[in-house]
């Protein structure tokens, strides 16, 4: 029954995200023994991918989806699907994002690592950060765990609220 009710909360004819956008990919799940951070592509953990709109020093709307891997071809496929042309997005420097510039998004890529090398101190992707953070939190705290069949079901109820 909560199930029918969290899909439930997804409105089909929500419209696309647009102005400034934050776009990164994490993993959900437990820890793994004897694996070590990065994208993995041995990982039991479920990936996701998070598009939030930039609202001044804020956040906008979120978008969520469970993806199979970070592969150009499916972060740009999400990014298509929830963020209009024309609209910037800012992104980490994983190369799975370097198509979007040819599909008519401005693209701003940001390293992480390049702007601690050169003493930046501005945080990178802070907005998109902070959903990840707040939805694993979510998770945890509310949930304990969740099956990886029914996260986006979950990932659904998190955007809603």
């Known amino acids: 029954m909560l199930h029918k009710l969290r899909r439930a909360m997804v409105n089909p004819e929500r419209t696309l995200l647009t102005g400034e956008v934050e ?3 994490c993993e959900v799940g437990g820890p793994e023994t004897g694996r070590r951070g990065g994208r993995s592509l041995t990982a039991r953990a ?3 991918v998070v598009a939030v709109e930039v609202r001044g020093q804020g956040s906008g709307r979120v978008r969520m989806k469970v993806i199979r891997d970070a592969s150009g071809d499916t972060l ?8 209009a042309p024309g609209a910037i997005v800012h992104t980490d420097g994983w190369m ?4 979007l510039a040819k599909k008519g ?4 890529p940001r390293s992480q690592r390049a702007a601690k090398k ?4 501005d945080p990178v992707l802070p907005r998109v950060h902070r959903a990840i953070s707040n939805l694993k939190t979510w998770l945890r705290g ?6 990886n069949e029914h996260l986006q079901v979950y990932l659904d109820e998190f955007t809603f609220r």
């Open 105 to 108: 998004y401005t693209h701003r």
């Open 76 to 83: 740009t496929g999400f990014v298509m699907d929830t963020v």
């Open 23 to 25: 776009v990164d990919e």
């Open 118 to 121: 050169a003493g930046d101190t």
């Open 46 to 48: 479920t990936q996701v």
């Open 142 to 147: 509310t949930h304990r765990s969740v099956c």
């Open 96 to 99: 799975g994002y370097a198509p």
